[in-house]
């Protein structure tokens, strides 16, 4: 939101869309794709996560993920312009979208 201090912002924040790679620890090597969605009548939050995330480039070079959402729910996942991953919303997200 406007006025947010970056310098703030910690792995305690709240998010909405999370995406990018994740190398954060043993057994973690992914590109992470994950939707938060709070109720408007019941407040609770739901995360919805990509099920088979692709991997993340082994690389020291710079890289770029690029996340694409089509207005028919489908999703792209690009890896220095190359597609790595082509799902769905509503049949490839643990749970669904509906």
Avoid at 20 to 42: A, K, S, V, Y
Avoid at 72 to 91: C, P, W
């Amino acid at each position: 939101p406007e006025g947010t201090d970056l310098r703030q912002v910690s792995d305690q924040t709240d998010y909405v869309l999370m995406f990018g790679p994740d190398r954060c620890g043993p057994g973690t090597d992914r590109i992470h794709f994950i939707l938060r969605h709070r109720h408007p009548r019941t407040g609770r939050v739901t995360e919805h996560r990509l099920v088979d995330p692709p991997a993340a480039k082994d690389t020291r070079d710079a890289v770029l993920y690029t996340l694409i959402v089509h207005p028919d729910g489908g999703v792209e996942i690009f890896v220095d312009m190359n597609r790595v991953r082509k799902a769905s919303l509503l049949t490839d997200l643990t749970p669904p979208i509906n």
